[in-house]
Structure formats: structure tokens, C-alpha cells
């Protein structure tokens, strides 16, 4: 990792930056009028960026090939081709986009990696771009993150009403675990945010501790890991809980040591949320017990567990068949699905018995759970996806 990361430059108004990089004047005008003069390396760096946060793409990849860029966008999900550049573009090229993310551009045989934030029609756009060497040059991956605003409210990430109550209830719980599975891109990093967007900052001391910091929250105090600059995950862990918080929310637990501190602040005072980086509910409390973790203290801390995955949404418009609108791909927008293991009492109890996963899911079943594909199945039902959408991200149905 470089250590560009964990830096957090204000954001660049695109205009501005490219006619700084070639000392065009101030002017007023069109900011495309601008562009049309600057040269060609500039003007497309422009309009990769720009053509992406238009259509809303997730990633942008540049691929150096034989004879030719590749550049490709992902949108809901979809990798698709969007041009193809001139191989003699491609240092140049190279090279507008890494300034962009405050790269060294001498720097070409090794990864480096950082963060992009634009303004594009008066929106703030983030990008943590990444740089791979290839033999042909670089390959640059872009993948989106949040905007400042998108921090969705609870209500707007598709839980049906009947989960969504069950997952405020958990929220009101004084102390305890609950933890968000599921592949960080796929709503889980959104979702923990929108759950501490959800609760009461006013009377509560809130934190985070995050790596990096995304969006904004309001009324919660942040603290950003930067490992390369010695300031640990763990480390982070334990300084915001010495500042004894109503609730912590914990991006990611990735070790025992982690998941230990996680668990003795659930078992004081502090409510905690935290993502772990497995598929579904049963598999979290599995990886908690491989973990080394003791099952009888996960069964008295653990409130409950949700998973989320992202999925295609159908594109309205023409209803998956392919239109101008969703760029030929019949999807547009992110649609979540998710599951939620509440821990009740008969659940702490296969816990500690240290039940297997489909034990304790048939236990969690007798008090409601609904499991991902079933949720995806009702969403197909309501036509907001589709039976092929849902295989290509959670696989084919396992039969109980
Ligand atoms: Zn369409």
C-alpha cells in the first residue's frame, strides 16, 4: 500500500485541474469548450471520468493491450467495453489520470494507490484508483466510492418492512454485537453507515472507526485508520473505546484480535456494529468460532446478523431488455438483498452448543428468518431483478 492512501485531498474540480496541468487560462466559458482545445491525452482523461460519473459506473478499468487502451466502465454489476484508445495514447494518458489521484507518475513497476475526489456538475464524485503493472504498461482500475450525501437512510436500502423492523429493534439494544456480512462492495460498507445514520447522535457518543472515512454522518465522531502511518486498525479499536461510546461501529473485522475487542466492548456498555467479510449470517458466526472466539460469550453478545449483497436492478424503462437508458445492459441501479439472523434466545442457545450452520439456521427459521435467495425471490416476484441476476451473484438456490 502506498501512502497516499489514508490521505484525504479536497476535492478537484475537474476543469480546474486539467487546465492547471496545461496552463490554459482562467476563463470563464464552457468547461467542455475548455477541454476541446487542451490536448488529446487531457481531454479524454476528461471525459473517461466524466462519461463514468454520468453513467454511473461503480469502476472504470484502462487495460493496455498490443495495439490498443481498453477502456471499460462496470455499471450495476456489468463490465463493458466503452472505447477503445489509440496505443499511443496510453503514457500520456497514464499519466493525467495518476496526477489526478495525486500518483507519482515516475513510479511505473510498482502499485500504487489513492484517492480521487471530483466535482462534475456541481456533485462530488470519490474514486480510490489503483495502478497495476502489466509488460505493456499500466493497468488502472478506478472503483467508486460513496458520495458525501449517499449515505442512504435505513429505509432506502430495499429491506422489506417486516425486516427492517426486526433490524431497528436491534438497534435499540443498550450493548451488544450485531454484525453486517457480506462482501464489502456489495451494500455492507453503505449499510453499517446507514444503521449509525439511524440512531440518535444527539444524547449518544457515536463512533467510527473506518479505513477510509466515506460520506458524511453527522453528529458522529470518525476515526480513519492509516495503517502506513502506524495508526492500526486495532489500535483505532481500542483508543475509541476508551472514549466509552454509546455505539461503535467497526468497518471491518479481519482477525481474532479484532473480533476480541469487538466482543468485550459488546459485553460492557457499548453497542457495536461491525462488517466481516463472509457471505451470509450462519457463515459470520461460524468464521467467529474459527475465530477461536469463546461460544459462550459470542452467545451473550451477539444481538443478531445481517447479510447484504448487491444485485442488478431491472431497468425500469425497458424492463431488461436493453435501451439508450441502461446503455443496452437492461440494468440500472443497485438493488440489495438481504438476511437477518436475530439472536434470540433458542439461537444463543445453538450458539453455545456450537450447533452447525444449517442447525442453527433451522432454529433462527422457527422465529421468522428469511434467507437471502428468499429474499431475492421476492424481489424477482415484484420484478425489481432478475432469476438470472440473483444466480450470477449468490449462486443457484441450495435446496434445504
Ligand atoms: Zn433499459
Partial sequence: MSDTTGM???PHDLDALMKDLEGADDGPGDPFAESEVA?????VATEIVRNAIDENAEEIHLEPGEHDVRV????GGVLRTVRSLPKSMRASLTA?????????IAERRRPQNGRVTVLHKNAQASFVLETLPTPLGEKLFFRRI??????PALGEVDFSA????RYRTLLEAPNGLILHAGPSQGGRDRILRAAMRDLPAQDRNLITVEEPVLGQLPGVTRTEVCTAGGFGLSAAIHAAIRQRPEALMIGEIRDREKAEQALDAALGGTLVLAGLNVPTAAAAVQRLRDMGLDSYLVADALRGVCAHHALRRTCRACEARGCAKCHGTGGRGTLYVHELLTVDRAVAERIRAEANESALLA?????????????AAAKVQAGETSEREVRRVLGPRETP
Fill in 8 to 10: 484525504n485531498p479536497g
Fill in 146 to 151: 460513496e458520495d458525501p450525501w449517499t449515505i
Fill in 39 to 43: 490536448p488529446p491525452a487531457v481531454r
Fill in 363 to 375: 432454529t433462527a427459521r422457527e422465529a421468522g428468518f428469511v434467507s437471502l435467495h428468499e429474499d
Fill in 162 to 165: 417486516e425486516m427492517l423492523a
Fill in 96 to 104: 493525467r489520470l495518476k496526477i489526478i489521484a495525486n500518483l507519482d
Fill in 72 to 75: 471499460r466502465y462496470r455499471t
